[in-house]
């Protein structure tokens, strides 16, 4: 069976590139992706499945009906959206559009999930079970998923699958990572408020700007001695806004940034602790604060047995050599961690560097993918979709999050 794969995604991989090269000249930006969403329509369409736009406002839904007993389904999550970037590749398919590019790879996550949609209807194979095919909007963002799951794409789904492409790893080779993949982002907003007065006379005044640097302070400095060291937090404050003049003292500011975490229950413990550590610092210097701590996407915890199934099907594929266990977690955040909370599942790193050459990191103005990873990471899923009836001849059992994140982070 993996040899018919590999024949047929090898036959594709020109028109595969050809998909990936479009997308990526024709980019666009978290929930505007109706050209995307149009063309991903049209790709389906040509191997005889029914495309669903306007799922989750600008996604595309498609299934592949099963043939056997199962009627649990098994689904695929590909994303869609680019960056506002100005790309600064030399590629001859840059960006059409100035200040808008695919630096996360996202075009040639649409062009896998196409990929594999394309040798599936060739191959005609009869499925156990029905599959269901996700092309999420506005993953940068991170509402996209929440909006696809808003419109049941996750119903009656058992299972599912996802990748992302990965700068560091060499093109045709995958890594694999059980446990936590990536980390839980949230959104932290702290105001400050003090009272205004003359630059001269800061006794007379209760300095905002003054509280807010060391309310930053305090921060970075008490997650070292507050917080499990084999636990990371990562506490960053991106913007700050405050101030009316140069020799007027600052009655108000503003800080924002986000909150990284790899454990749930480090990120329950995270608002109260963030509140008690600024009402330290305020309330000492007569200073009133709030703190709006808004939760983003929790961490993608991948299946352990989901896992060793693509681990197995990647070795398959690409060799022993060229499948790597990845040791650490990543403490950017992935919305396919919505879908987790409603079924298992398993992200794995596609590569797309190529030796002795540069490889910039996703969001960079000048990243580039070596396209030989498409029909790897096209050959790898969908030989992993063949295979995953037989691995799981039942439906997989929901997973606690909770459980598995506080063992396999």
């Known amino acids: 069976m993996l040899d018919r794969i590999r024949a047929i995604a090898d036959r594709l991989s020109p028109r595969l590139i050809e998909i990936r090269r479009h997308l990526h000249s024709h980019p666009e930006l978290s929930g505007q992706e109706y050209q995307t969403a149009a063309y991903v329509a049209g790709v389906l369409s040509s191997c005889g499945l029914k ?24 689904a695929l999550r590909t994303d869609m959206d680019a960056l506002p970037i100005l790309e600064k590749t030399p590629v001859d398919f840059a960006s059409q559009k100035p200040g808008v590019m695919h630096a996360c790879g996202h075009d040639i996550h649409t062009t896998v999930g196409l990929g594999v949609a394309m040798v599936l209807t060739e191959l005609g194979v009869s499925l156990p079970g029905p599959l269901r095919f996700i092309f999420q909007p506005a993953e940068e963002t991170a509402q996209g998923a929440r909006w ?6 996750m119903a009656g789904v058992s299972a599912i699958f996802g990748v992302h492409v990965y700068p ?31 630059g001269a006379r800061p006794h007379e005044a209760i300095d905002a700007i003054w ?19 084999l636990r990371p937090v990562v506490l960053t404050i991106g913007q700050i806004q405050g101030g009316r003049a140069p020799n007027v003292i600052a009655d108000h500011v503003r800080l924002t940034g986000t909150v990284r975490s790899l454990h749930p229950d480090t990120r329950r413990e995270l608002p109260g602790w963030i509140d008690d550590i600024v009402a330290g610092v305020c309330q000492p210097f007569r200073a009133k604060y709030e703190v709006s701590y808004r939760p983003g996407v929790p961490s993608v915890m991948n ?37 987790l909370e409603h079924a298992p599942g398993t992200m794995f790193r596609l590569g797309i560097g190529t030796p002795n050459t540069p490889n910039h990191p996703l969001h960079h103005p000048k990243f580039e993918a070596n396209e030989t990873a498409i029909a790897i ?6 030989y992993a979709i063949v295979r995953y009836w037989e691995a799981f001849p039942t439906p997989m059992p929901k997973l606690d999050p909770t459980v598995l994140g506080s063992e396999a982070a």
């Open 51 to 74: 495309a669903q736009e306007l799922i989750g406002k600008t996604g595309v839904m498609a299934e592949l009906p099963g043939t056997g007993e199962r009627a649990d389904f098994l």
């Open 148 to 153: 696809m799951v808003g419109d049941d794409v």
């Open 168 to 198: 560091s790893v060499m093109g045709g080779d995958i890594g694999i990572r059980y446990g936590a993949l990536t980390a839980a982002a949230d959104d932290l907003e702290i105001n400050i408020v003090g009272e205004s007065g003359h």
């Open 211 to 229: 509280i807010a640097a060391q309310v930053i302070t305090t921060l970075q400095q008490a997650i070292s001695r507050t917080h499990n060291p």
């Open 303 to 339: 299946d352990p047995a989901l896992t060793q199934l693509v681990e197995q099907c990647a070795r398959g594929v690409c060799g022993d050599d060229h499948v790597q266990i990845i040791s650490e977690p990543s403490l950017g955040a992935e919305d396919f961690s919505v879908y």
């Open 377 to 382: 990471g096209v050959t790898t899923l969908a």
